[in-house]
């Protein structure tokens, strides 16, 4: 008998534990225990390349998982998995190459694995889809969009260079997301319970691992109320997602877009 996974809890809501790590990394759970700089200094730059290379390795990891746990999903669905686990590999692999470019190394800061934790406590694989690749990867275009030109205006050509491939790799894991939940839900509408199910999940995290009042990083950043990334409309839509929902993040992001003009 397999045996059950290995939960943990944090801050009262029970997530996935987390997947092995090398000795050399510090694994944390909350915000307030990460290295984190608003500016564009050399220790930021290494600790954005540090964490974004860790949250690569856990997407390719959750979706390694997917193949393991959902055996009879179509075959199609499971070779687009599967392209997506070499994707986020290349990507962890990049990221990392860029790092110990700029003098970095594993290990420099504090890494923390949350959408493991979130996404593997879902037991079918729509909700999974929807809160992994429709949600979070989804989140990555808008923050990719934004970070890009954040690097290039640092006078730092090839690490943007490096975040639009990656980006566009992060479309196409949205878009088969997009259209298999879709397909799923048409073939049987029961699928729509499961992909609300696990969005409330996610809300509910969320709000149990926001920032306390007056809690600060562990450099001493302020966690206040973060502005969230500007839209990426055109990528999103290039993602499948329709006018209405793009409309509607929008909305949640007080109208905050990257107008394909300021991208290109």
Not at 56 to 70: K, N
Not at 117 to 128: F, H, K, Q, S, Y
Request: proline share 4%; aromatic share 6%.
């Amino acid at each position: 008998m397999t045996a059950a996974p290995q939960t943990k809890t944090v801050r009262g809501v029970t997530l996935r534990g987390d997947p092995a790590r090398e000795a050399c990394f510090t694994v944390v759970q909350t915000d307030a225990e990460m290295a984190e700089w608003p500016d564009m200094s050399d220790a930021s730059r290494r600790e954005r390349l540090h964490r974004h290379m860790n949250n690569e390795t856990g997407a390719m990891e959750i979706a390694a998982q997917c193949l393991v746990d959902f055996p009879d999903t179509p075959w199609e669905l499971r070779m687009q998995i599967a392209r997506q686990v070499a994707d986020e590999a290349r990507h962890a692999m990049v990221l990392l190459r860029r790092l110990l470019e700029l003098g970095g190394h594993k290990g420099e800061f504090p890494v923390a694995n949350y959408e493991w934790g979130v996404t593997l406590m879902l037991d079918n694989l729509p909700g999974r889809l929807a809160v992994e690749n429709r949600t979070f990867e989804a989140g990555l275009i808008d923050i990719l969009g934004s970070m890009r030109r954040t690097w290039r205006e640092a006078g730092d050509a090839d690490t943007a260079d490096m975040l639009d491939g990656i980006l566009a790799d992060e479309i196409t894991h949205v878009r088969f997301a997009n259209r298999w939940i879709k397909r799923l839900t048409e073939e049987d509408p029961r699928v729509l319970l499961k992909v609300a199910l696990a969005i409330r999940y996610l809300a509910r995290v969320n709000r149990a691992l926001l920032p306390r009042s007056g809690e600060a990083n562990a450099v001493g950043v302020a966690l206040g109320a973060r502005q969230a990334p500007a839209v990426n409309v055109e990528d999103r839509l290039e993602a499948e997602f329709t006018q209405d929902e793009v409309l509607e993040v929008l909305r949640q992001a007080g109208f905050r877009s990257i107008l394909p003009d300021e991208v290109k």
